[in-house]
Protein backbone atom coordinates (compact mmCIF):
# COMPACT_ATOMS: atom_id res chain seq x y z
CA UNK A 1 0.00 0.00 0.00
CA UNK A 2 1.59 3.38 -1.20
CA UNK A 3 -0.09 5.77 1.58
CA UNK A 4 0.70 9.13 0.27
CA UNK A 5 -1.86 7.97 -2.82
CA UNK A 6 -4.26 7.02 -0.66
CA UNK A 7 -3.58 3.69 -1.71
CA UNK A 8 -6.46 0.84 -0.63
CA UNK A 9 -6.23 -1.54 -3.59
CA UNK A 10 -10.18 -3.29 -3.91
CA UNK A 11 -9.92 -6.82 -3.56
CA UNK A 12 -11.35 -8.90 -6.09
CA UNK A 13 -13.81 -10.73 -4.40
CA UNK A 14 -15.22 -7.59 -2.63
CA UNK A 15 -15.11 -6.25 -6.26
CA UNK A 16 -17.35 -9.20 -7.62
CA UNK A 17 -19.93 -8.27 -5.03
CA UNK A 18 -20.38 -4.65 -6.34
CA UNK A 19 -20.80 -5.19 -10.01
CA UNK A 20 -23.48 -8.26 -8.65
CA UNK A 21 -25.05 -5.23 -6.87
CA UNK A 22 -25.42 -3.05 -9.50
CA UNK A 23 -25.62 -5.44 -12.60
CA UNK A 24 -26.44 -6.79 -15.59
CA UNK A 25 -23.55 -4.05 -16.10
CA UNK A 26 -23.15 -4.57 -20.02
CA UNK A 27 -27.06 -4.89 -20.09
CA UNK A 28 -27.28 -1.14 -18.26
CA UNK A 29 -24.42 0.37 -19.25
CA UNK A 30 -22.21 -0.36 -22.42
CA UNK A 31 -19.64 2.39 -21.77
CA UNK A 32 -17.54 1.90 -18.31
CA UNK A 33 -14.99 4.89 -16.65
CA UNK A 34 -13.00 3.45 -14.25
CA UNK A 35 -11.22 7.21 -13.00
CA UNK A 36 -8.74 5.88 -10.56
CA UNK A 37 -8.91 2.45 -11.63
CA UNK A 38 -5.05 1.38 -10.04
CA UNK A 39 -4.07 -2.28 -10.54
CA UNK A 40 -6.62 -2.62 -12.35
CA UNK A 41 -9.09 -5.09 -10.28
CA UNK A 42 -12.28 -3.27 -10.93
CA UNK A 43 -11.46 -3.70 -14.87
CA UNK A 44 -11.06 -6.87 -14.80
CA UNK A 45 -14.32 -7.98 -12.97
CA UNK A 46 -15.86 -6.32 -15.66
CA UNK A 47 -14.08 -8.22 -18.60
CA UNK A 48 -15.14 -11.68 -16.30
CA UNK A 49 -18.38 -10.37 -15.34
CA UNK A 50 -21.98 -11.84 -16.97
CA UNK A 51 -22.45 -9.72 -18.96
CA UNK A 52 -19.19 -7.32 -19.21
CA UNK A 53 -19.73 -3.51 -21.18
CA UNK A 54 -18.74 -3.32 -24.50
CA UNK A 55 -16.51 -0.68 -24.08
CA UNK A 56 -14.02 0.31 -20.78
CA UNK A 57 -11.83 3.23 -20.04
CA UNK A 58 -9.54 3.36 -17.06
CA UNK A 59 -7.52 6.13 -15.50
CA UNK A 60 -4.45 5.92 -13.20
CA UNK A 61 -1.55 8.06 -12.19
CA UNK A 62 0.73 5.82 -10.71
CA UNK A 63 3.19 4.12 -13.01
CA UNK A 64 3.80 1.35 -11.04
CA UNK A 65 -0.07 0.89 -11.20
CA UNK A 66 -0.81 2.18 -14.61
CA UNK A 67 1.53 -0.56 -15.97
CA UNK A 68 0.07 -3.45 -14.05
CA UNK A 69 -3.11 -2.93 -15.30
CA UNK A 70 -2.17 -1.95 -18.84
CA UNK A 71 -0.56 -5.62 -19.01
CA UNK A 72 -3.08 -7.58 -17.01
CA UNK A 73 -5.83 -6.02 -19.37
CA UNK A 74 -4.47 -6.16 -23.04
CA UNK A 75 -6.39 -9.24 -24.06
CA UNK A 76 -7.78 -9.68 -27.91
CA UNK A 77 -11.26 -11.16 -26.74
CA UNK A 78 -11.80 -8.59 -24.22
CA UNK A 79 -14.17 -5.78 -25.24
CA UNK A 80 -11.96 -2.46 -25.94
CA UNK A 81 -10.30 -1.48 -23.02
CA UNK A 82 -8.13 1.44 -22.40
CA UNK A 83 -5.70 2.10 -19.96
CA UNK A 84 -4.41 5.68 -20.14
CA UNK A 85 -1.90 6.74 -17.78
CA UNK A 86 -3.24 10.66 -16.38
CA UNK A 87 -4.27 12.73 -13.97
CA UNK A 88 -8.05 12.39 -13.39
CA UNK A 89 -8.19 15.81 -11.61
CA UNK A 90 -6.42 17.22 -15.15
CA UNK A 91 -9.20 15.49 -17.39
CA UNK A 92 -11.87 16.89 -19.28
CA UNK A 93 -13.92 14.19 -18.63
CA UNK A 94 -16.66 14.68 -20.82
CA UNK A 95 -14.82 16.27 -23.98
CA UNK A 96 -11.31 14.94 -23.33
CA UNK A 97 -12.36 10.95 -23.25
CA UNK A 98 -12.79 9.41 -26.82
CA UNK A 99 -15.73 6.71 -26.51
CA UNK A 100 -16.35 3.88 -29.83
CA UNK A 101 -19.69 3.61 -28.40
CA UNK A 102 -22.46 5.59 -27.46
CA UNK A 103 -25.16 4.90 -24.61
CA UNK A 104 -25.58 5.44 -20.53
CA UNK A 105 -22.24 5.82 -19.15
CA UNK A 106 -21.33 4.28 -15.43
CA UNK A 107 -18.32 5.53 -13.35
CA UNK A 108 -17.26 2.94 -10.94
CA UNK A 109 -14.12 2.86 -8.78
CA UNK A 110 -12.38 2.96 -5.72
CA UNK A 111 -10.76 6.62 -5.25
CA UNK A 112 -8.09 7.39 -2.86
CA UNK A 113 -9.40 7.54 1.03
CA UNK A 114 -7.16 10.55 2.04
CA UNK A 115 -7.20 13.75 2.64
CA UNK A 116 -5.21 16.71 0.70
CA UNK A 117 -3.75 17.55 3.75
CA UNK A 118 -1.91 14.33 4.44
CA UNK A 119 -0.77 14.64 0.88
CA UNK A 120 0.58 17.83 1.84
CA UNK A 121 2.39 16.51 4.80
CA UNK A 122 3.69 13.51 2.35
CA UNK A 123 4.83 15.71 -0.69
CA UNK A 124 2.46 13.79 -2.96
CA UNK A 125 1.47 15.69 -6.14
CA UNK A 126 -2.01 13.38 -6.15
CA UNK A 127 -3.73 16.87 -5.57
CA UNK A 128 -6.25 18.68 -7.31
CA UNK A 129 -4.86 22.09 -8.56
CA UNK A 130 -6.49 24.83 -6.48
CA UNK A 131 -7.41 27.37 -8.48
CA UNK A 132 -9.78 25.03 -9.67
CA UNK A 133 -11.27 24.12 -6.50
CA UNK A 134 -11.87 27.98 -6.00
CA UNK A 135 -13.84 28.13 -9.08
CA UNK A 136 -16.42 25.55 -7.52
CA UNK A 137 -19.63 27.57 -6.55
CA UNK A 138 -20.21 26.79 -2.70
CA UNK A 139 -17.04 24.91 -2.52
CA UNK A 140 -16.40 26.26 1.00
CA UNK A 141 -19.14 24.94 2.68
CA UNK A 142 -17.58 21.82 1.65
CA UNK A 143 -13.78 22.00 2.02
CA UNK A 144 -14.43 23.77 5.49
CA UNK A 145 -11.25 24.78 6.92
CA UNK A 146 -9.19 24.06 3.78
CA UNK A 147 -9.09 20.09 4.72
CA UNK A 148 -11.12 17.52 2.57
CA UNK A 149 -10.64 14.26 1.21
CA UNK A 150 -9.42 13.82 -1.97
CA UNK A 151 -12.75 11.35 -2.93
CA UNK A 152 -14.96 14.69 -2.77
CA UNK A 153 -13.03 16.36 -5.57
CA UNK A 154 -13.09 13.38 -7.16
CA UNK A 155 -16.74 13.23 -7.03
CA UNK A 156 -17.70 16.89 -7.88
CA UNK A 157 -15.32 16.74 -10.40
CA UNK A 158 -17.23 13.57 -12.22
CA UNK A 159 -20.57 15.15 -11.37
CA UNK A 160 -19.50 18.11 -12.71
CA UNK A 161 -18.22 16.61 -15.88
CA UNK A 162 -20.18 13.78 -16.94
CA UNK A 163 -24.07 15.72 -16.16
CA UNK A 164 -24.31 16.03 -20.23
CA UNK A 165 -23.29 12.01 -20.28
CA UNK A 166 -26.58 11.28 -17.79
CA UNK A 167 -24.32 8.90 -16.22
CA UNK A 168 -24.27 6.35 -13.12
CA UNK A 169 -21.63 7.02 -10.88
CA UNK A 170 -20.81 4.19 -8.43
CA UNK A 171 -17.67 4.25 -5.89
CA UNK A 172 -16.13 3.25 -2.72
CA UNK A 173 -15.79 6.05 -0.44
CA UNK A 174 -16.17 6.02 3.27
CA UNK A 175 -19.99 7.67 4.29
CA UNK A 176 -18.63 10.95 5.88
CA UNK A 177 -17.40 12.03 1.83
CA UNK A 178 -20.39 10.73 0.57
CA UNK A 179 -22.32 12.94 3.33
CA UNK A 180 -20.25 15.66 2.28
CA UNK A 181 -21.03 15.14 -1.22
CA UNK A 182 -24.69 15.25 -0.95
CA UNK A 183 -24.16 18.51 0.87
CA UNK A 184 -22.36 20.06 -1.53
CA UNK A 185 -25.16 18.87 -4.43
CA UNK A 186 -27.53 20.34 -2.62
CA UNK A 187 -25.81 23.96 -1.98
CA UNK A 188 -24.45 24.11 -5.34
CA UNK A 189 -27.72 22.68 -7.29
CA UNK A 190 -25.82 19.74 -8.65
CA UNK A 191 -28.00 17.63 -10.75
CA UNK A 192 -28.28 14.98 -9.11
CA UNK A 193 -31.44 12.50 -9.63
CA UNK A 194 -31.22 9.82 -7.03
CA UNK A 195 -28.53 8.61 -5.05
CA UNK A 196 -28.08 5.66 -2.66
CA UNK A 197 -25.59 4.54 0.23
CA UNK A 198 -25.22 0.62 0.60
CA UNK A 199 -22.76 0.05 3.60
CA UNK A 200 -19.55 -1.92 3.78
CA UNK A 201 -17.69 -3.37 6.38
CA UNK A 202 -14.26 -1.47 5.92
CA UNK A 203 -12.26 -3.10 8.78
CA UNK A 204 -13.26 -6.63 6.60
CA UNK A 205 -12.16 -5.67 3.24
CA UNK A 206 -9.57 -3.19 3.81
CA UNK A 207 -8.29 -3.16 7.61
CA UNK A 208 -9.99 0.33 8.15
CA UNK A 209 -11.53 1.45 11.35
CA UNK A 210 -13.83 3.71 9.58
CA UNK A 211 -17.10 3.79 7.70
CA UNK A 212 -17.66 3.32 4.41
CA UNK A 213 -20.16 2.11 1.53
CA UNK A 214 -21.13 2.34 -1.68
CA UNK A 215 -21.94 5.53 -2.69
CA UNK A 216 -24.29 5.82 -6.17
CA UNK A 217 -25.63 8.67 -7.68
CA UNK A 218 -27.60 9.16 -10.80
CA UNK A 219 -26.74 12.71 -12.56
CA UNK A 220 -28.11 14.41 -15.70
CA UNK A 221 -31.88 16.25 -16.61
CA UNK A 222 -34.69 15.37 -14.57
CA UNK A 223 -36.16 16.38 -11.33
CA UNK A 224 -33.37 16.86 -8.93
CA UNK A 225 -33.35 14.69 -5.64
CA UNK A 226 -30.96 15.33 -2.82
CA UNK A 227 -31.71 12.53 -0.49
CA UNK A 228 -30.13 8.76 -0.24
CA UNK A 229 -31.35 5.60 0.64
CA UNK A 230 -29.14 4.24 3.34
CA UNK A 231 -29.20 0.03 3.22
CA UNK A 232 -27.23 -2.17 5.28
CA UNK A 233 -25.27 -3.85 2.76
CA UNK A 234 -24.86 -4.57 -0.67
CA UNK A 235 -27.46 -6.61 -1.49
CA UNK A 236 -29.86 -5.53 0.85
CA UNK A 237 -33.55 -5.12 -0.72
CA UNK A 238 -34.91 -2.21 1.37
CA UNK A 239 -33.68 0.30 2.60
CA UNK A 240 -33.16 0.93 6.50
CA UNK A 241 -33.36 4.76 6.04
CA UNK A 242 -33.61 7.86 3.80
CA UNK A 243 -30.57 10.64 4.81
CA UNK A 244 -31.94 13.79 3.06
CA UNK A 245 -32.72 17.90 3.83
CA UNK A 246 -34.77 18.98 5.58
CA UNK A 247 -35.10 23.04 6.06
CA UNK A 248 -31.74 23.04 4.62
CA UNK A 249 -30.28 20.98 6.76
CA UNK A 250 -29.24 17.12 6.50
CA UNK A 251 -30.43 14.68 8.73
CA UNK A 252 -29.69 10.74 8.60
CA UNK A 253 -33.13 9.69 9.18
CA UNK A 254 -36.45 11.38 6.81
CA UNK A 255 -38.95 9.46 8.49
CA UNK A 256 -37.87 9.78 12.12
CA UNK A 257 -37.23 13.63 11.85
CA UNK A 258 -40.89 14.15 10.59
CA UNK A 259 -42.22 12.28 13.60
CA UNK A 260 -40.59 14.03 16.02
CA UNK A 261 -40.27 17.83 13.84
CA UNK A 262 -42.24 19.74 15.94
CA UNK A 263 -39.37 19.44 18.64
CA UNK A 264 -36.74 20.99 15.66
CA UNK A 265 -36.40 24.66 16.07
CA UNK A 266 -34.56 27.19 18.23
CA UNK A 267 -33.33 25.92 21.30
CA UNK A 268 -34.06 28.47 24.31
CA UNK A 269 -31.40 28.54 26.45
CA UNK A 270 -27.25 28.25 25.40
CA UNK A 271 -25.53 25.06 25.23
CA UNK A 272 -21.63 25.32 25.99
CA UNK A 273 -18.85 23.17 25.59
CA UNK A 274 -16.99 21.93 28.62
CA UNK A 275 -13.20 22.70 29.19
CA UNK A 276 -10.38 22.45 27.18
CA UNK A 277 -6.88 23.15 28.21
CA UNK A 278 -4.71 20.71 26.28
CA UNK A 279 -2.44 19.62 28.84
CA UNK A 280 -4.14 17.02 30.70
CA UNK A 281 -1.08 15.50 31.56
CA UNK A 282 -0.75 19.09 34.30
CA UNK A 283 -4.14 20.12 34.33
CA UNK A 284 -5.89 16.95 35.49
CA UNK A 285 -5.57 15.33 38.62
CA UNK A 286 -6.43 12.36 40.96
CA UNK A 287 -6.46 10.90 44.29
CA UNK A 288 -3.70 8.17 45.25
CA UNK A 289 -4.05 6.22 48.48
CA UNK A 290 -2.85 8.63 50.80
CA UNK A 291 -5.32 10.80 49.78
CA UNK A 292 -2.80 13.25 48.15
CA UNK A 293 -3.63 14.68 44.67
CA UNK A 294 -1.28 13.18 42.06
CA UNK A 295 -1.37 14.71 38.02
CA UNK A 296 -0.45 12.18 34.87
CA UNK A 297 2.89 12.75 35.24
CA UNK A 298 2.91 10.70 38.77
CA UNK A 299 3.63 14.04 40.91
CA UNK A 300 2.41 14.80 44.37
CA UNK A 301 0.61 18.40 43.86
CA UNK A 302 -0.18 20.82 46.43
CA UNK A 303 -1.54 23.79 45.31
CA UNK A 304 -4.51 26.36 46.04
CA UNK A 305 -7.72 24.01 46.90
CA UNK A 306 -10.24 26.97 45.08
CA UNK A 307 -8.54 26.23 41.62
CA UNK A 308 -9.10 22.54 42.13
CA UNK A 309 -12.69 21.32 41.03
CA UNK A 310 -14.19 17.81 40.28
CA UNK A 311 -14.34 16.93 36.98
CA UNK A 312 -16.67 14.77 34.88
CA UNK A 313 -15.69 13.29 31.18
CA UNK A 314 -17.86 12.46 28.29
CA UNK A 315 -18.02 8.49 29.74
CA UNK A 316 -18.44 9.14 33.14
CA UNK A 317 -21.81 11.06 31.94
CA UNK A 318 -22.89 8.58 29.62
CA UNK A 319 -22.27 5.97 32.43
CA UNK A 320 -23.73 7.75 35.05
CA UNK A 321 -20.48 7.65 37.03
CA UNK A 322 -19.55 10.25 39.82
CA UNK A 323 -16.48 12.33 39.18
CA UNK A 324 -13.62 10.36 39.62
CA UNK A 325 -10.36 13.07 38.40
CA UNK A 326 -10.34 16.89 39.36
CA UNK A 327 -8.85 20.12 36.72
CA UNK A 328 -7.03 22.91 37.77
CA UNK A 329 -9.08 25.90 36.50
CA UNK A 330 -6.87 29.04 35.97
CA UNK A 331 -9.38 31.53 35.34
CA UNK A 332 -12.70 32.64 35.92
CA UNK A 333 -13.50 34.62 32.66
CA UNK A 334 -12.00 33.50 28.85
CA UNK A 335 -9.60 37.15 28.74
CA UNK A 336 -8.88 36.77 32.72
CA UNK A 337 -5.06 37.34 32.99
CA UNK A 338 -3.32 33.92 34.98
CA UNK A 339 -0.48 36.45 35.75
CA UNK A 340 -2.06 37.38 38.23
CA UNK A 341 -1.72 33.98 39.69
CA UNK A 342 1.37 34.63 40.83
CA UNK A 343 0.05 36.45 43.68
CA UNK A 344 -3.04 35.24 44.28
CA UNK A 345 -2.07 31.31 44.61
CA UNK A 346 1.67 31.16 44.37
CA UNK A 347 1.89 27.56 44.82
CA UNK A 348 -0.14 27.13 41.80
CA UNK A 349 1.70 29.58 39.66
CA UNK A 350 5.29 27.66 40.74
CA UNK A 351 3.26 24.06 39.87
CA UNK A 352 2.24 25.92 36.32
CA UNK A 353 5.40 27.53 35.67
CA UNK A 354 7.70 24.03 36.35
CA UNK A 355 5.93 23.26 33.26
CA UNK A 356 5.39 25.37 30.95
CA UNK A 357 7.09 23.32 28.16
CA UNK A 358 3.75 21.36 28.34
CA UNK A 359 1.58 25.02 28.31
CA UNK A 360 4.18 25.84 25.22
CA UNK A 361 3.73 22.68 22.85
CA UNK A 362 -0.05 23.45 22.15
CA UNK A 363 -0.68 23.32 19.40
CA UNK A 364 -4.20 24.82 18.71
CA UNK A 365 -4.31 28.40 17.06
CA UNK A 366 -6.71 29.63 20.13
CA UNK A 367 -3.95 29.73 22.37
CA UNK A 368 -2.11 32.23 20.64
CA UNK A 369 -1.56 35.78 21.91
CA UNK A 370 -3.17 34.31 25.37
CA UNK A 371 -2.20 34.09 28.57
CA UNK A 372 0.17 31.19 29.29
CA UNK A 373 -1.95 29.29 31.12
CA UNK A 374 -4.97 30.29 29.18
CA UNK A 375 -8.06 27.92 29.00
CA UNK A 376 -11.08 27.84 26.50
CA UNK A 377 -14.77 27.17 27.46
CA UNK A 378 -14.46 29.06 30.93
CA UNK A 379 -17.27 31.44 31.87
CA UNK A 380 -19.98 32.34 34.83
CA UNK A 381 -21.64 29.50 34.02
CA UNK A 382 -19.12 27.04 34.28
CA UNK A 383 -19.24 27.68 38.20
CA UNK A 384 -22.77 26.96 38.05
CA UNK A 385 -23.58 24.67 41.08
CA UNK A 386 -26.13 22.69 38.77
CA UNK A 387 -25.84 21.68 34.82
CA UNK A 388 -27.34 19.56 32.54
CA UNK A 389 -25.13 17.67 30.49
CA UNK A 390 -23.99 15.27 28.01
CA UNK A 391 -21.91 13.33 25.89
CA UNK A 392 -20.86 14.70 22.57
CA UNK A 393 -18.82 11.72 21.86
CA UNK A 394 -21.40 8.71 22.01
CA UNK A 395 -23.85 7.51 19.89
CA UNK A 396 -26.78 7.11 22.25
CA UNK A 397 -27.45 10.94 24.07
CA UNK A 398 -27.83 10.54 27.89
CA UNK A 399 -28.47 13.84 29.67
CA UNK A 400 -27.79 13.96 33.17
CA UNK A 401 -28.48 16.53 35.99
CA UNK A 402 -25.20 17.25 37.66
CA UNK A 403 -25.07 18.81 40.96
CA UNK A 404 -22.03 20.04 43.31
CA UNK A 405 -19.57 17.63 45.17
CA UNK A 406 -18.51 18.61 48.23
CA UNK A 407 -19.90 22.14 47.68
CA UNK A 408 -17.69 22.30 44.47
CA UNK A 409 -19.25 22.99 41.14
CA UNK A 410 -18.62 20.50 38.85
CA UNK A 411 -16.37 20.84 35.86
CA UNK A 412 -16.71 19.19 32.38
CA UNK A 413 -14.39 18.62 29.50
CA UNK A 414 -14.16 19.84 26.08
CA UNK A 415 -15.64 16.72 24.69
CA UNK A 416 -19.02 17.30 26.79
CA UNK A 417 -22.20 19.89 26.45
CA UNK A 418 -24.11 21.62 29.15
CA UNK A 419 -26.71 24.08 30.45
CA UNK A 420 -26.20 25.78 33.85
CA UNK A 421 -29.09 25.88 36.19
CA UNK A 422 -29.87 28.16 38.75
CA UNK A 423 -32.08 25.22 40.71
CA UNK A 424 -31.57 21.51 41.30
CA UNK A 425 -34.91 21.20 40.64
CA UNK A 426 -34.42 23.02 37.30
CA UNK A 427 -31.57 21.09 36.32
CA UNK A 428 -33.65 17.46 37.39
CA UNK A 429 -36.74 18.60 35.39
CA UNK A 430 -34.62 19.97 31.99
CA UNK A 431 -33.11 16.45 31.78
CA UNK A 432 -36.37 14.49 32.18
CA UNK A 433 -37.52 16.75 29.50
CA UNK A 434 -34.69 16.31 27.52
CA UNK A 435 -34.49 12.41 28.18
CA UNK A 436 -38.09 12.00 26.25
CA UNK A 437 -38.48 10.08 24.01
CA UNK A 438 -39.68 12.34 21.37
CA UNK A 439 -36.54 14.77 21.66
CA UNK A 440 -34.17 11.20 21.91
CA UNK A 441 -36.26 10.44 18.61
CA UNK A 442 -35.43 13.84 17.01
CA UNK A 443 -31.89 13.58 17.84
CA UNK A 444 -31.10 10.22 16.55
CA UNK A 445 -32.48 11.56 13.35
CA UNK A 446 -30.38 13.91 12.97
CA UNK A 447 -26.94 12.98 14.08
CA UNK A 448 -24.68 10.55 11.77
CA UNK A 449 -22.93 7.36 13.93
CA UNK A 450 -19.42 7.13 11.72
CA UNK A 451 -19.07 11.11 12.66
CA UNK A 452 -16.12 12.13 15.35
CA UNK A 453 -18.54 13.81 17.82
CA UNK A 454 -22.24 12.94 16.73
CA UNK A 455 -23.72 15.20 19.36
CA UNK A 456 -22.95 18.99 18.64
CA UNK A 457 -23.61 22.19 19.59
CA UNK A 458 -24.98 23.23 16.59
CA UNK A 459 -27.74 20.10 16.75
CA UNK A 460 -28.45 20.91 20.27
CA UNK A 461 -29.43 24.53 19.60
CA UNK A 462 -31.91 22.80 17.65
CA UNK A 463 -33.87 21.33 20.50
CA UNK A 464 -37.29 23.45 20.90
CA UNK A 465 -37.71 23.06 25.09
CA UNK A 466 -41.26 25.09 24.63
CA UNK A 467 -42.68 22.78 22.06
CA UNK A 468 -41.03 19.69 23.90
CA UNK A 469 -42.61 20.51 27.18
CA UNK A 470 -46.21 21.19 25.39
CA UNK A 471 -46.29 17.84 23.45
CA UNK A 472 -44.80 15.55 26.16
CA UNK A 473 -46.74 13.75 28.77
CA UNK A 474 -47.18 15.35 31.87
CA UNK A 475 -47.25 11.92 33.70
CA UNK A 476 -44.11 10.25 31.88
CA UNK A 477 -42.27 13.53 32.58
CA UNK A 478 -42.61 13.22 36.33
CA UNK A 479 -42.28 9.60 36.68
CA UNK A 480 -38.78 9.80 34.41
CA UNK A 481 -37.86 12.93 36.86
CA UNK A 482 -38.81 11.40 40.48
CA UNK A 483 -36.68 8.19 39.03
CA UNK A 484 -33.74 10.10 37.78
CA UNK A 485 -33.34 12.62 41.25
CA UNK A 486 -30.23 10.98 42.33
CA UNK A 487 -28.39 12.90 44.91
CA UNK A 488 -29.97 16.74 43.85
CA UNK A 489 -33.23 16.47 45.75
CA UNK A 490 -35.51 14.03 48.00
CA UNK A 491 -38.83 12.71 46.81
CA UNK A 492 -40.43 14.82 49.04
CA UNK A 493 -38.74 17.65 48.36
CA UNK A 494 -39.38 17.61 44.50
CA UNK A 495 -42.85 17.04 45.22
CA UNK A 496 -43.48 19.71 47.63
CA UNK A 497 -41.45 21.99 44.80
CA UNK A 498 -44.21 20.79 41.85
CA UNK A 499 -47.12 20.98 44.47
CA UNK A 500 -46.51 25.23 44.06
CA UNK A 501 -44.62 25.72 41.53
CA UNK A 502 -45.88 24.54 37.86
CA UNK A 503 -43.50 23.26 35.05
CA UNK A 504 -43.69 26.18 32.92
CA UNK A 505 -42.30 28.50 35.57
CA UNK A 506 -39.60 25.83 36.76
CA UNK A 507 -38.30 25.53 33.30
CA UNK A 508 -39.20 28.96 31.86
CA UNK A 509 -38.99 31.40 34.63
CA UNK A 510 -38.36 34.79 32.76
CA UNK A 511 -35.78 37.91 33.56
CA UNK A 512 -35.77 41.68 32.65
CA UNK A 513 -32.50 41.70 30.16
CA UNK A 514 -30.66 44.78 29.60
CA UNK A 515 -32.48 45.14 26.54
CA UNK A 516 -36.12 44.54 28.17
CA UNK A 517 -36.84 41.60 26.07
CA UNK A 518 -37.24 38.77 28.61
CA UNK A 519 -34.68 35.68 28.59
CA UNK A 520 -34.75 32.36 30.14
CA UNK A 521 -32.21 32.30 33.14
CA UNK A 522 -30.79 28.30 32.00
CA UNK A 523 -28.12 30.03 31.34
CA UNK A 524 -26.31 32.39 34.32
Not at 97 to 109: A, C, D, Y
Not at 285 to 295: A, C, D, I, P, Q
Amino acid sequence: MLRDFGDFQTPPALVSEILKCLGPIGEKWPRVLEPTCGRGNFVRGLLGSPAPPSEIQAIELQSVHFEEARRALEHPSAPRVVVKKANVFDLDLHNGVQWKNTGPLLVVGNPPWVTNAELGTLGSDNLPNKTNLKKLRGIDALTGSSNFDIAEYVWLKLIRDLAPEQATIALLCKTAVARNVLRFAFDAALPITHASIRKIDAKKWFKASVEACLFRVDVGPGERRYEAEVFSDLHASKPESIMGFVNGQLVADVEAHERSAFADGVCPVTWRQGLKHDAASVMELGYEGSGSLRNKLGETIDVESEHIYPLLKSSDLFHQAKPQKYVIVTQKTLNESTNQLEWSAPRLWDYLTTHIDVFERRKSSIYRNKSSFAMFGIGNYSFSLYKVGVSGLHKTPKFRAIGPVEGRPVMLDDTCYFVSCRSPEQAVLLSGLLNAPACLELIQSMIFFDSKRPITKKLLQRIDLKALLERTDRYSLLSRVEADLGNLLTIVEWQEIVRSVSLEEILFKEVASNDSSPQMVLDL
